[in-house]
């Protein structure tokens, strides 16, 4: 079991049990059996749940599914073919971006928009 295995699995369970959905109608939202539910929580799953499931589980959760799949160890859909536009500058970007903080990550957010919007125009 992975560190990020065991995370993720903790994360699923705090979020159900915050919305207060038990173990058998969670897995019934998505679509699972209630002991791959359990697996996944407890971190005892060889591999991370594919993307398409923790979508389910985000959708059923009320959270952001880019966000769950990455903490899955996953890519969220739509990214490899962004990465694949344009590879050498997306890694090294990625590589540059690694350590900013949040809040320096919102701002670059904001100016990336910003770009492509005066381009649109």
């Known amino acids: 079991m992975s560190d990020q295995q065991k995370r993720f699995g903790d994360i699923i369970r705090d979020k159900r049990l915050a919305k ?3 173990l058998r109608k969670f897995a019934e939202m998505v679509k699972v059996s209630p002991t791959y539910i359990s697996h996944v929580e407890q971190g005892k799953v060889q591999y991370a749940p594919a993307a398409d499931c923790v979508r389910r589980m985000a959708e059923a959760l009320g959270e952001p599914s880019d966000e769950l799949i990455a903490l899955a160890g ?5 990214l490899p073919a962004v990465f694949t536009e344009e590879p050498r500058m997306m890694a090294t970007f990625l590589r540059e971006a690694k350590g900013l903080t949040a809040e320096d990550l919102r701002k670059l957010i904001d100016q990336t928009r910003r770009m492509k919007e005066k381009r649109e125009t």
């Open 20 to 22: 207060g959905f038990s």
């Open 74 to 78: 996953r890519v969220p859909e739509g």
